[in-house]
């Protein structure tokens, strides 16, 4: 089945930064869209960055500027950088693959297990 795996999580200090990888592996056609969330506790996951195999990409406002996204979809991995972190940035940041299994099948999203990214002085 299709997987996705997120990594480079981890406790940073005000100020420090990260860089998040997203890896998916499976059978794969097509990859459209990759995108990061994040998500933390007692609260709605938010949408962080999207990326499209074109290599177009969007932010949430809030956060433009100090996140950046990328990808290499023939390594079938995005990528999330975070500078200047900051405490509200703790969470669970998962990634979301907007995908084709086959060229029979329609588009659907898989999500990764998430990594934490937990941010202290």
């Known amino acids: 089945q299709v997987q996705l795996v997120e990594s480079g999580g981890g406790l940073v200090q005000p100020g420090g930064s990260l860089r998040l990888s997203c890896a998916v592996s499976g059978s794969i056609f097509t990859i459209y869209i990759m995108t990061w969330y994040r998500q933390a506790p007692g609260k709605h996951r938010e949408l962080v960055a999207t990326?499209?195999?074109?290599?177009?990409?969007n932010y949430a406002d809030s956060l433009k500027g100090r996140f950046t996204i990328s990808g290499d979809f023939a390594q079938k991995t995005a990528y999330l950088q975070i500078n200047s972190l900051k405490l509200e940035d703790t969470a669970v940041y998962s990634c979301?693959?907007?995908?084709?299994?086959?060229?029979?099948?329609?588009?659907?999203?898989?999500w990764g297990q998430g990594t934490q990214v937990t941010v202290s002085s």
């Open positions: 990326i499209t195999n074109s290599g177009a990409t």
């Open positions: 979301n693959a907007d995908l084709r299994t086959t060229r029979w099948s329609g588009r659907d999203q898989y």
